[in-house]
């Protein structure tokens, strides 16, 4: 980390306090949907398919989305895109809870509404927000903090809706996720776009257009975002998926939800060990270096006899390197192209990132339908570990010519 000062304003430490919640909020609630697939399996009669299938729309609507927040925020603030966020994902879980729930419903609740909402509250806009009020020396660090926060989500929320699933029953364990959703609300009114006055760079007049040309003729950016593929296909395959894998495999129920909460609590120290190793080498190595890591990761999780022990150990090494590609992937869009855009940009990484995760909820559904299992869903994400590890070498973590220039 730089010697300057690294909170260099009120408004950049509370942004980056109300950021980290957001998506502690936001995250926590996506994290434990797979928890819920067996009562409603039961209750509204999905199957795995339809499951599958609705936590891809939930990602492509997440993806597709992104963007449009991101360039919300950009131009408006970011305060004013997540509270419009989070109203689609409040509406989501109330017709989720309330009904109706099930049919063509349920694909609109959980996948449209809450996809749409976590397009706005779940790390890209929250993250490129906090990017602008901090400079390159430290941003990487400031952006570690907000996923390593998010990450007591994902590891607090599944114990929690364990328990309250076993005790309260689904639908009351729903209508709790509205009532946080509803604090994040009114949160996000304190995520704060940096002014003119207040921003870390030089104002220029460069046009959405001409931003998206240069990114778009940029080869380090297409490398990035189709590498950007993986981290969302491995994330939500083992997400919505695990839970089910585990049983499969003749283990009990909370023993998903350990794995889940093992996720969340190494994410926090694997995000910010990422941002502190982004500081003292190429971010490209360490993106390559995770999704290597993911892949022996999954081998020895699948091949290893199945046991609490080894389910545990894949929970632990999986987290560390769960949300630990964002502040890298982050920090090189920033790096490349300079923070005005930063919501925009980074959100069309994160569209292919969850054309990903449709994929991983789907085709992780649809094998399992099939074949009676997962493993050819694991085998596609073991070459697809080896794929991203290989295409980020080549990404040039420099500015572009006009950067210099200005």
């Known amino acids: ?198 921003s870390i760079e030089k104002p220029n007049n460069q046009s959405t257009f001409e931003a998206l040309r240069e990114a778009f003729q940029n080869k380090s950016y297409i490398l990035l975002t189709l590498g950007f593929f993986v981290c969302g296909f491995h994330i939500t395959l083992v997400g919505t998926h695990v839970p089910t894998y585990v049983v499969d495999r003749g283990l009990e129920g909370w023993t998903a939800a350990a794995i889940l909460s093992l996720i969340g609590l190494f994410n926090i120290f694997g995000s910010l060990t990422s941002g502190y190793l982004c500081t003292k080498m190429g971010k490209r190595i360490v993106l390559s270096g995770i999704y290597f890591l993911r892949g022996v990761s999954i081998v020895l999780f699948i091949f290893l006899p199945a046991s609490n022990i080894s389910s545990f150990i894949f929970g632990a090494s999986f987290g560390f390197l769960w949300l630990s590609t964002v502040p890298a992937t982050v920090g090189i869009v920033a790096h490349i192209f300079g923070t005005k855009y930063l919501g925009l940009l980074y959100g069309l990484v994160f569209l292919n990132h969850q054309i990903g995760a449709f994929f991983g909820a789907y085709l992780g559904g649809l094998f399992h339908d099939l074949y009676g299992s997962y493993d050819y869903a694991w085998y596609l994400a073991i070459a697809l570990s080896v794929f991203a590890g290989i295409i980020h070498l080549p990404i040039k973590e420099k500015p572009v010519l006009r950067l210099k220039t200005e």
């Open 1 to 198: 980390m730089s010697s300057e000062k690294f909170i260099k304003s009120n408004l950049a430490l509370i942004t980056l306090i109300s950021a980290s919640l957001v998506v502690l909020i936001s995250l926590g609630v996506r994290q434990t949907f797979g928890m819920f697939f067996l009562d409603f399996n039961e209750s509204l009669k999905i199957t795995n398919t339809e499951f599958g299938l609705a936590i891809g729309i939930q990602m492509l609507g997440w993806g597709f989305t992104g963007p449009i927040f991101g360039a919300l925020a950009d131009k408006y603030g970011g305060h004013k895109a997540i509270s419009l966020a989070f109203i689609f994902f409040i509406l989501g879980i109330y017709f989720l809870y309330y009904g109706p729930n099930t049919g063509i419903y349920f694909q609109l609740n959980m996948g449209l509404f809450i996809g749409i909402g976590l397009g706005g509250t779940a790390i890209s806009v929250p993250m490129s927000v906090v990017g602008k009020h901090f400079p390159l020396s430290n941003r990487t660090i400031a952006m570690s903090i907000v996923t390593s926060v998010g990450s007591f989500g994902y590891f607090i929320s599944p114990l929690f809706t364990s328990y309250s699933l076993s005790k309260n029953g689904w639908e009351n364990t729903l209508f709790i996720f509205l009532i946080f959703l509803i604090i994040g609300f009114f949160i996000a009114f304190f995520v704060r776009s940096p002014n003119l006055n207040e």
